[in-house]
Nanobody, 123 residues
Framework: QVQLVESGGGLVQAGGSLRLSCAAS????????MGWFRQAPGKEREFVAA????????WYADSLKGRFTISRDNAKNSVYLQMDSLKPEDTAVYYC????????????????WGQGTQVTVSS
């Protein structure tokens, strides 16, 4: 089992940036891909981006490509989400999670989840 802890959320004005971090511990050797999801109040959990744990392959939600960038640092067992040009509609709890399914956007394909970090974008 992999344990995930997100950090870096907070309150930011529209147009600003935030960088989220996800620290992994436990059986990280069995991790294939790590991704980010978000969930706004009253809405379903939405895929944001994912990255290969041991490589550079990434995939994104089409609507967020260009504003959000996922990266990883294996030495720190961490994955990051750089969010730029933030909009009020980006307000949500952001979660990181692991999967063995390449290219998926489905939350059901992700197994280990963090507790989430709140991002609030004010207008």
């Amino acid at each position: 089992q992999v344990q995930l802890v997100e950090s870096g959320g907070g309150l930011v004005q529209a147009g600003g940036s935030l960088r989220l971090s996800c620290a992994a511990s436990g059986r990280t050797g069995s991790t294939y891909f790590m991704g980010w999801f978000r969930q706004a109040p009253g809405k379903e959990r939405e895929f944001v981006a994912a990255i290969m744990w041991s490589g550079r392959n990434t995939w994104y939600a089409d609507s967020l490509k260009g504003r959000f960038t996922i990266s990883r640092d294996n030495a720190k067992n961490s994955v990051y989400l750089q969010m730029d040009s933030l909009k009020p509609e980006d307000t949500a709890v952001y979660y990181c999670a692991t999967t063995r399914v390449w290219g998926t956007h489905q939350a059901a394909d992700f197994d280990s989840w963090g507790q989430g970090t709140q991002v609030t974008v004010s207008s």
